[in-house]
């Protein structure tokens, strides 16, 4: 894992809800709207659909309790980052390398995800799974970038 406290360590983004989800090494984050190239991109889309994140943390803790694993990709949340808690940035301004963002509200597990997984993933990840963001300036994000709160 990364030497540096809050970074991304992986990117996946998805050209459709169908699709699955594939790793990039950077993508372009687009103010109000999401991350080009993704499911979700979309000009005046909902700020809690613009971007997802997840902890590294919160994937291995799941494997550890559960014995199931649980990968970045199949997580269906476009940033995994390391060495930062995302549950106390709801509400929250913070940087991703230059870019802006608000944290929105937590980003739950669905039946989906558990269908397109496995059993006990639901559960197993309430309120784990990871935090919805608002982009609110624009710029690329790329596999090594700091995450940070922005001190109010």
Known sequence: MPDEP???ISIHIAPDFAA????????EAVAGTGLRGDRYF??????ERQ???????????FTARTG???TASESR??????GIRLNPL?????????????????CEPCRDLERVTRNGVLKGM?????????ILTGGEIAVGARVRPIDD
């Not at 699955?20 to 993508?27: I, Q």
């Not at 979309?42 to 700020?47: K, T």
């Not at 949340?77 to 390391?82: G, P």
């Not at 309430?126 to 608002?134: P, Q, S, Y």
């Open 42 to 47: 979309e000009p005046g889309s909902d700020p």
């Open 51 to 61: 971007l997802t994140l997840i902890e590294a943390e919160q994937l291995e803790d």
């Open 90 to 106: 709801v509400g929250r301004r913070f940087m991703v390398g230059d870019v802006e963002c608000r944290g929105i509200e937590l």
């Open 77 to 82: 949340r476009q940033l995994t980052t390391y």
């Open 20 to 27: 699955a989800t594939e790793s990039v090494d950077r993508v």
């Open 6 to 8: 809050g970074t991304v």
């Open 68 to 70: 199931l694993e649980l």
């Open 126 to 134: 309430v309120h784990r799974a990871g935090l919805n963001a608002e």
